[in-house]
């Protein structure tokens, strides 16, 4: 089994804590496990909003120095997100964005990929909105430039997940132009996600599986992951127990697996 992790926010994301534990519970069954990093390939993102929604010289290093370190944590092979956005990508997705106008982007699809649904989410999280007024420049800006960014992550996820023959990925949130880029490509090629996402009203992660509307919910709440020792065998039963529901519940135990829990 092939699992590729995608929290391009770091421990931002509320997520990441239970999705690193999973991550590495599956590794004690000889699971390989991947994490798609952001090494800094966009000039926006939502983590932007920490910082008043201005990119500082610091914002890709501290957010890429955050997402090695849960890789470190957990052992998990980085892949940069920037080994699958070429030269000639940069330039057709710069040729197109400049080509149209602010809401002829919005309401394209690229590479059989809506924008507006994969921008919508980021876009309100800067603005308050769902959709953009056209005749804001502000407006007309941010979405030329999550246009552009979001390209750019359609074609690098659709290349990834190409190359990769993973089982699954697990991906944080599906809301942001990145994690909702990457789902909607691998919606598009039938390739399985489990989306894991923050629910502040009842401060728990649900956990989606595919297109099914149906969740499971897991209350597990880690301010960081370093404050988890990453060898299983450390953990106690109480948490092997709880992933290891999580895990067959979503169809990704193998009898013929050895499982923590079956040690």
């Not at 969740?215 to 370093?226: A, G, K, N, P, R």
């Not at 404050?227 to 065998?233: A, I, K, P, Q, T």
Request: hydrophobic share 40%.
């Amino acid at each position: 089994m092939t699992i590729a992790l995608l929290a391009p926010y770091g421990g931002l994301s509320q997520e990441s804590g239970v999705m690193y534990l999973l991550a590495n519970y599956l590794k004690e069954s000889h699971t390989k496990v991947s994490q798609l990093q952001c090494n800094g390939v966009f000039s926006l993102c939502d983590r932007d909003g920490l910082q008043n929604w201005r990119r500082t010289l610091t914002s890709c290093l501290e957010c890429s120095h955050e997402q090695r370190a849960l890789a470190d944590w957990g052992g998990l092979e980085p892949i940069r997100l920037s080994e699958y956005i070429s030269p000639e990508i940069v330039q057709e997705t710069k040729r197109t964005v400049l080509s149209k106008s602010p809401e002829q982007i919005w309401k394209s699809h690229w590479k059989g990929i809506s924008l507006e649904k994969v921008l919508r989410g980021s876009f309100a999280r800067r603005f308050g909105v769902a959709h953009p007024d056209f005749r804001n420049k502000s407006h007309q800006y941010a979405v030329q430039r999550l246009g552009l960014s979001a390209m750019r992550m359609i074609m690098a996820s659709k290349q990834f997940l190409k190359k990769a023959d993973l089982t699954c990925s697990f991906v944080a949130s599906g809301d942001d132009f990145i994690s909702a880029s990457y789902c909607a490509v691998a919606q598009k090629v039938d390739a399985l996600v489990v989306r894991f996402k923050w629910d502040l009203g009842s401060r728990v992660v649900r956990i989606y599986c595919g297109d099914d509307p149906r969740y499971q919910t897991c209350e597990i709440l880690l301010d960081s992951i370093s404050s988890v020792r990453s060898e299983v065998s450390s953990w106690p039963e109480e948490l092997i127990v709880l992933l290891d529901g999580i895990v067959r519940e979503l169809g990704l135990a193998d009898s013929q697996l050895d499982l923590p829990i079956a040690q």
